[in-house]
């Protein structure tokens, strides 16, 4: 089953993340031609309607990248910054970051992860 069709079976419209909640939307046209997008001011991820499931499933994994990111402080002020963490500095972020996506949206991470899905990437 594609994903977008798995998360409105589950009646997925959001992403929690602790200190906010993203609103999850599938739209026809994203601005600049994009795949998908996250808006972390306004809390917000759209991916294209037209993305196959393989692909939808790895935008969709990097738009909550960029959340987690947001989340274990990496804002989009950053943007061209250069960060001195180390590899174990960014490895801990991330995995606490991630941990936390895991645990506050378990229906969506197992539709994300779902074994019988396309990957066709």
């Not at 609103?23 to 809390?43: F, G, K, Y």
């Not at 935008?59 to 960029?66: A, G, K, V």
């Not at 490895?91 to 990957?119: H, Q, V």
Request: proline content about 2%; glycine content about 4%; charged content about 30%.
């Amino acid at each position: 089953m594609h994903i977008f069709d798995q998360i409105a079976a589950l009646e997925i419209l959001h992403v929690e993340l602790g200190f906010s909640r993203y609103r999850l939307r599938v739209v026809e046209q994203l601005p600049d031609d994009e795949w998908a997008h996250t808006d972390t001011d306004t809390h917000e991820i759209a991916l294209r309607c037209d993305l196959e499931d393989g692909p939808a499933r790895e935008f969709l994994m990097h738009e909550l990248t960029h959340c987690v990111l947001e989340v274990v402080g990496y804002t989009s002020e950053d943007v061209g910054k250069i960060h001195g963490d180390t590899n174990e500095d960014m490895t801990t972020k991330l995995s606490r970051g991630f941990l936390l996506l895991c645990r506050l949206n378990p229906e969506l991470m197992s539709a994300l992860c779902d074994d019988e899905a396309s990957l066709d990437l």
